[in-house]
């Protein structure tokens, strides 16, 4: 039997979202300084960086949804 391309293309997609993506970005040297900055002011463990842009893209994608 075979699987219509959509049901096998949204399996793969599936599949891929269990795994963290890597993203590169470019960035304005100020807003990096202010992030790095209060990202240090509390505490500063590994990962914080990636956990607020991953929040900060959450936030994005609520707002755009909801416009």
Not at 15 to 23: L, Q
Not at 52 to 59: F, G, I, Q, T, Y
């Amino acid at each position: 039997m075979l699987i219509p391309l959509g049901i096998y293309m949204l399996l793969i997609i599936l599949r891929i979202e269990v795994s963290m993506a890597r993203i590169t970005v470019k960035i304005d040297d100020e807003i990096e300084k202010k992030v790095r900055m209060k990202i240090a002011k509390h505490g500063g463990k590994k990962g914080d960086l990636a956990k607020a842009v991953e929040e900060a893209l959450k936030l994005w994608l609520e707002h755009k949804e909801t416009t």
